[in-house]
């Protein structure tokens, strides 16, 4: 998830991984904890489909 560039600096690294599905351009505060929440779930899921030993 990124967060945040620099203007003029990293612009290509956020156009690089939204091109290539990498991660969320996530560049407003109030967007984040909702990111966070999706990924959370999507790693219960991953838990969850994984059988035990």
Do not use: H, Y
């Not at 620099?6 to 109030?30: C, M, S």
């Amino acid at each position: 998830m990124l967060c945040g560039a620099i203007p003029g600096q990293e612009d290509g690294n956020v156009r690089f991984v939204r091109e290539n599905n990498l991660g969320w351009w996530t560049p407003f505060p109030e967007d984040v904890l909702s990111r966070l929440r999706v990924l959370q779930r999507m790693d219960t899921r991953r838990k969850d489909s994984v059988p035990m030993a």
